[in-house]
Every structure is written in C-alpha cells, then in structure tokens.
C-alpha cells in the first residue's frame, strides 16, 4: 500500500507507517472532550461521534481524553479507562472504526488540579455541596503544587512521592486496558494544564524536591510517565504526546523548554509530538497566542527541524490546500482537524476532491459509494445545459430549466 500511491497523489491522501501501524492518510481527527461519559465509560454518543469520522475517510480516529484514574477527570461526566468494563465498551467502538479502514487512537490523561468540575455548558464551575446532594460529589484534585488553577478556585492537595507512584500505576493500568480494547495508538497528553504540563510549568510547579525547580526536574514526572506507558506498550505500536508548545498569557513555558523536552521524549520511545499551546496562565511576560488558521503549525514545524521527530499540526486548520502545503512543506507530517470535522464530518471526502485526489469515493464505505457513485454518473449524463424534458405523463413532457433547476409550469 505504502509504495503503490501514483507519484500524483495528495500528501495529505498518502499512507504513513508508524512503527508497525498504517495509516491510510495523514487525516487525524482531534481528541476532542465530549462530557457524556457513564462513570469514565462510552455509550452511543461515542460510538456515533467518533464512528462518522471512520465513516468519512479520516485515517487516525481518536477519541476522546480519557482519565487514566476516576480523580484524572475534570468532570463525573469525562471519560476514563480505570475499569475492566471499560475495555469492553470502548472495544465495541474500536472495531466499528477499524472495521471502516481507520486506526483507532486514545489520549490518555489526568487533569490534576482541573479537577472536580462542571463542563463547558455549566462554565466549568467548581463541584460544590449542592452538586453532591445531586450525586456530584467534589473531590480534592490533587498537583504538584498547592495551587489554584484560577484565584479562588479549588486548592489542590500537593502530590506526595506515594501520590506519584500511585500515579504512574493508574499510568501503567489505563495502558494495557488500552491495549485490551483494541487501540493502536496511544497518546500521552502532556497539555493544556492538566497534571503533565502542571509539573512542567514554572508557574504550576513550585516543589523543591527532584520533581521541581530547574528544567531538568520539572521534565522528570513527563518522562517518567512516558517511561510507564513505554514499558507497557507493545513495541510496534507507536506513541503520542501532546504538548503546549508555549503556555496561555502570562506562562512562562516557550518553545525552547517544547524542544527540550521533545528530545527527551523521543530518547524514551515517543513517536509522534503533537503540538498545541495553552492551558497555564499566570503573571509572566508571555501574550496569549491569537486564534488564526494555522497558529500552532510553527511550533509543529521547530520541533519537527530542531528535533528530528515527526510531528502532528493542529489548530484551526480547515481549508485542503493549506493542509497539504502544511505536509509539502515539511512543517509537519499528520494534520489534526478538530471543529472543523464537527462542522463538516466529510471533510476528509471533500478535502480529496479538491486536491485532486484520484478516486475520493475510495475513501468512504462501499455502500456509500455506490451511491455516489451513480449520483456522479447522473451528473455525467445530464450535463448543465442539456436539452432536457421532464416527463408528467405517458404523453406529456415539460422542459427543464437550468436556471432555475427545475421544470417549467405546464402550459
């Protein structure tokens, strides 16, 4: 598959080969956070969502971040791979999506001190004593440092060394439940403020011990877990991790600390860095980073040419050109699309036509082919501008307008 791609093709629409996993193309849709969870397990929502991007072509599906233990989600309604039913449920969904020609992936996490929260439709409000008379108990989150995420919002419990075994077992757990439910990618998400990136960030982290202080020992929770999920991992599946490339306004974290860490990273067997940004907000020197097409496809493109490690873009990358002068320019080597496959879950389809892609109905299920495919054959024979009668009895015929696609009124 990989050496019989005309010399023609799209980049976007060329299979990529990591470790042992083929992708059928260089489409990835997002792990995208869905708050519809049933104690951290998937129901029909799952199975729909992230199967109608099998369905259109994309050739890596992930799911959503998912909590490597019950205290990792933010919300009661985050996902979670922490129990044996788990690997059942997610399985169903797996082989629905490897069934369409996709790789399935997960994103494992743990929010850390974003925490015992409401989701985005409730303001992401902290859990309070009325929520628990609803069943929404709050927990303390916990971190590397007794700090706040926002003023006045929940101080977390500081991680002991204990905590911080425990948690590499919850690491080592969700990962082979991974395995078990048929995933073939995993990523580490070390982003966005969530535990991860809490120990690596200067403004999260204020121990004293070796997990704080200088670069060195901020990386070590990271790669410490990393090392976990490594030892786990079947060695011909490739790893993920995704990154804050450089943290929201007032951060400190830039993109030289990105290129340090995604040297270490790659050291201990990760494959893929996946580079977003923000999460970590304080009183420092850096600005937020504006929302335009393409924003974090510079820091995908650093650490792809300091690093030498393949790399994953993402961040408002909607228009098929730009997606393929992102690859034919070696900024990056997959294309992570988020909202923009909620707005339009064909885009992988209608990304091909435009490229010119030799036969986009390839990338969809044959039963859906085949009626595109005579969609596309009437189109052929009934091209704009034909003289054509539209028949409203055995003797009655009536011409057909172009103009207004339609026919015209009876005599």
Not at 241 to 252: C, D, I, L
Request: a neutral charge; glycine letters at 10%.
């Amino acid at each position: 598959m990989m050496n019989d791609m005309p010399p023609d093709t799209p980049l976007l629409f060329t299979p990529i080969k990591l470790r042992s996993v083929v992708a059928r193309n260089r489409i990835v849709s997002s792990p995208m956070c869905q708050y519809v969870s049933d104690d951290g397990g998937p129901g029909e929502w799952q199975l729909v969502n992230f199967g109608r991007f099998a369905m259109s072509g994309t050739g890596i599906v992930f799911g959503e971040e998912t909590a490597v233990e019950p205290r990792g989600r933010k919300t009661h309604h985050c996902a979670g791979m922490y129990k044996d039913s788990h690997v059942r449920d997610y399985g169903r969904i797996n082989d629905f999506i490897r069934s369409l020609g996709a790789v399935p992936a997960i994103q494992l996490g743990h929010c850390g001190r974003r925490g015992s929260a409401h989701g985005p439709l409730e303001g992401r409000a902290q859990l309070t004593e009325d929520d628990a008379r609803r069943g929404f108990s709050p927990w303390q989150p916990i971190a590397p440092s007794a700090i706040p995420e926002k003023p006045g919002g929940t101080v977390p419990r500081p991680m002991e060394i204990d905590d911080i075994k425990q948690n590499f077992a919850a690491w080592k757990e969700a990962t082979q439940r991974s395995i078990d439910a048929g995933y073939d990618i995993i990523e580490i998400h070390g982003a966005h403020g969530y535990l991860i990136h809490q120990f690596l960030s200067p403004v999260s982290n204020k121990r004293t011990d070796q997990y704080g202080g200088n670069l060195e020992n901020r990386m070590r929770f990271a790669l410490e877990v990393v090392e976990t999920v490594r030892a786990v991992l079947p060695a011909d599946k490739p790893l993920f991790f995704r990154t804050s490339a450089v943290e929201g306004p007032g951060g400190e974290w830039g993109i030289e600390d990105t290129i340090a860490l995604a040297r270490a990273l790659k050291e201990r067997g990760v494959d893929v860095i996946d580079c977003s940004s923000g999460g970590v907000s304080g009183d420092g020197p850096m600005p937020s980073v504006p929302r335009v097409p393409g924003y974090q496809v510079g820091y995908a493109r650093e650490v792809k040419q300091h690093v030498g490690i393949t790399t994953m873009a993402v961040g408002m990358i909607s228009e098929p050109r730009h997606a393929e002068a992102i690859l034919r320019e070696g900024q990056a080597d997959l294309i992570a699309i988020a909202r923009e496959l909620m707005d339009n879950p064909n885009w992988p389809l209608h990304a091909a036509r435009v490229l010119g892609y030799r036969d986009p109905l390839d990338l969809v299920h044959a039963r859906e082919a085949q009626r595109l495919r005579l969609r596309e054959q009437h189109r052929r024979e009934f091209r704009p501008g034909t003289d054509i009668k539209i028949p409203f009895g055995p003797e009655e015929q009536v011409p057909y307008s172009w103009e207004t696609l339609n026919a015209a009124k009876r005599g």
